[in-house]
């Protein structure tokens, strides 16, 4: 059976909360403070720290953690509900309520509650993520950024029969047992498909497309063996530095975009803070190469393919072909392959990371093997193809894992607040 053909209740009354709307009519309405007290602050050494993350109670390094600071964090234990009632402004879609399975010590800035009356704690584990989310995030609009269990005391919660309750608990624990299972099983396909367009473009951009083509040993040991007919140049002979500066400034200004190659800035910024003045700045043309010399370790060299000229940082490296390139985004596709992306490594200079340069005289040094120029459109052709068969996929997977987290949110919801009668046959609804 699927979700909308599960049994309702036959009658129905308002809650009194338009969170949660209209419920059974046999169910009771409670507030919060004749199910929960809080538990006054007690600490406890001898536990690790820990932590709410989306939803649940996590154990976290400690090591960091002054034990000044760790003298005043308070015990929650296995079986205790946890709640983050700091910024509520702040991080509005994880999950800021957790019945936790761990005992650890937390901030003093958390709520911890225990139950005051017999109660199915996996039941109120789904309804207290609903109220998070539907009601208690409310609490901190405004100057309010930071609650207090007294906030959230007469809140009013929905109390089914205790045979109701573990009913939909269990219900709701085999369902989004499932739910999950298929949702990590698409990442798992996305990851794969993720891998496989790397491969084949890895693949085409060192090997060619033909996989019966004699091959050759570049005479580069980390570049290995080639098609026979291709060469192998150093980037001195191939790149040549653009120094160009802009004399006025004027010039629209790009940015770097690890997702979307480089872009007009004012397109991703509207307020972006930029410096005082562009003068100086450096002058892309269309299909230049633009490479941030900070981020080697990286890979992040972007071909122009903007069809006006702009401006990128001073500190960025502009490169134009000078022979034997025809379309920089082979050079751009090239050096995102972990072997060079290694080779940049060796050869930067630095040992923090983010001062980490990559000099253009360290970048010429290096080799690269060079196919014929119609060889290089038709693998440029060919990944681009590629890309986009692979990337049309993954775009299908990740709908249909949102389909499924939206789902799973309204199959919770409507257990949690009785919109559905879920009985001890009705486990087996489709997903």
């Given at each position: 059976?699927?979700?909308?053909?599960?049994?309702?209740?036959?009658?129905?009354?308002?809650?009194?909360?338009?969170?949660?709307?209209?419920?059974?009519?046999?169910?009771?309405?409670?507030?919060?403070?004749?199910?929960?007290?809080?538990?006054?602050?007690?600490?406890?050494?001898?536990?690790?720290?820990?932590?709410?993350?989306?939803?649940?109670?996590?154990?976290?390094?400690?090591?960091?953690?002054?034990?000044?600071?760790?003298?005043?964090?308070?015990?929650?234990?296995?079986?205790?509900?946890?709640?983050?009632?700091?910024?509520?402004?702040?991080?509005?879609?994880?999950?800021?309520?957790?019945?936790?399975?761990?005992?650890?010590?937390?901030?003093?800035?958390?709520?911890?509650?225990?139950?005051?009356?017999?109660?199915?704690?996996?039941?109120?584990?789904?309804?207290?993520?609903?109220?998070?989310?539907?009601?208690?995030?409310?609490?901190?609009?405004?100057?309010r950024q930071t609650i207090?269990?007294?906030?959230?005391?007469?809140?009013?919660?929905?109390?089914?029969?205790?045979?109701?309750?573990?009913?939909?608990?269990?219900?709701?624990?085999?369902?989004?047992?499932?739910?999950?299972?298929a949702i990590a099983i698409?990442?798992?396909?996305?990851?794969?498909?993720?891998?496989?367009?790397?491969?084949?473009?890895?693949?085409?951009?060192?090997?060619?497309?033909?996989?019966?083509?004699?091959?050759?040993?570049?005479?580069?040991?980390?570049?290995?063996?080639?098609?026979?007919?291709?060469?192998?140049?150093?980037?001195?002979?191939?790149?040549?530095e653009r120094n160009e500066?802009?004399?006025?400034?004027?010039?629209?200004?790009?940015?770097?975009?690890?997702?979307?190659?480089?872009?007009?800035?004012?397109?991703?910024?509207?307020?972006?803070?930029?410096?005082?003045?562009?003068?100086?700045?450096?002058?892309?043309?269309?299909?230049?190469?633009?490479?941030?010399?900070?981020?080697?370790?990286?890979?992040?060299?972007?071909?122009?393919?903007?069809?006006?000229?702009?401006?990128?940082?001073?500190?960025?490296?502009?490169?134009?072909?000078?022979?034997?390139?025809?379309?920089?985004?082979?050079?751009?596709?090239?050096?995102?392959?972990?072997?060079?992306?290694?080779?940049?490594?060796?050869?930067?200079?630095?040992?923090?990371?983010?001062?980490?340069?990559?000099?253009?005289?360290?970048?010429?040094?290096?080799?690269?093997?060079?196919?014929?120029?119609?060889?290089?459109?038709?693998?440029?052709?060919?990944?681009?193809?590629?890309?986009?068969?692979?990337?049309?996929?993954?775009?299908?997977?990740?709908?249909?894992?949102?389909?499924?987290?939206?789902?799973?949110?309204?199959?919770?919801?409507?257990?949690?607040?009785?919109?559905?009668?879920?009985?001890?046959?009705?486990?087996?609804?489709?997903?």
């Open positions: 059976m699927t979700l909308q053909t599960l049994p309702k209740y036959e009658t129905y009354k308002d809650s009194g909360e338009d969170w949660i709307g209209n419920i059974p009519a046999h169910w009771e309405v409670r507030k919060l403070k004749h199910l929960f007290f809080e538990k006054k602050h007690k600490k406890n050494m001898m536990l690790s720290c820990g932590s709410i993350s989306f939803g649940k109670v996590i154990a976290k390094d400690d090591e960091k953690i002054p034990e000044a600071t760790k003298a005043s964090y308070q015990e929650v234990l296995s079986g205790e509900f946890l709640i983050n009632p700091l910024n509520l402004n702040y991080d509005l879609i994880s999950l800021r309520i957790a019945l936790s399975n761990i005992s650890v010590v937390v901030s003093a800035g958390y709520i911890v509650i225990k139950e005051k009356v017999f109660l199915n704690k996996d039941y109120f584990k789904y309804l207290l993520h609903r109220y998070d989310v539907s009601y208690m995030k409310l609490l901190g609009s405004g100057v207090s269990f007294n906030h959230i005391a007469n809140s009013l919660l929905i109390f089914p029969s205790s045979e109701e309750q573990t009913t939909i608990a269990h219900f709701l624990d085999q369902k989004t047992a499932q739910i999950d299972a698409k990442e798992q396909q996305i990851a794969l498909l993720k891998e496989r367009k790397q491969i084949l473009i890895q693949q085409a951009v060192t090997q060619g497309l033909d996989p019966t083509v004699p091959m050759k040993d570049s005479g580069v040991e980390w570049i290995g063996k080639i098609p026979a007919h291709w060469e192998v140049k150093k980037l001195k002979y191939v790149l040549e500066r802009s004399k006025t400034g004027e010039e629209p200004l790009f940015m770097m975009s690890q997702i979307h190659g480089l872009v007009v800035r004012a397109d991703y910024h509207d307020k972006a803070e930029v410096a005082a003045s562009n003068v100086d700045n450096k002058i892309v043309y269309k299909n230049d190469l633009v490479f941030n010399k900070l981020k080697a370790h990286l890979g992040v060299f972007f071909k122009s393919n903007i069809e006006f000229n702009g401006l990128v940082s001073p500190d960025y490296a502009v490169y134009k072909s000078k022979a034997y390139i025809h379309d920089m985004k082979i050079l751009e596709v090239l050096f995102r392959h972990p072997s060079y992306i290694e080779q940049f490594i060796i050869r930067a200079t630095g040992i923090v990371e983010g001062l980490i340069r990559l000099y253009t005289g360290d970048l010429f040094d290096m080799s690269v093997p060079i196919a014929p120029k119609k060889e290089q459109l038709e693998i440029l052709e060919f990944i681009d193809k590629q890309s986009t068969l692979h990337d049309n996929a993954i775009v299908i997977q990740q709908q249909q894992i949102e389909k499924l987290r939206e789902y799973k949110t309204t199959l919770i919801n409507s257990a949690v607040t009785g919109k559905i009668r879920v009985t001890n046959n009705a486990v087996d609804v489709s997903i």
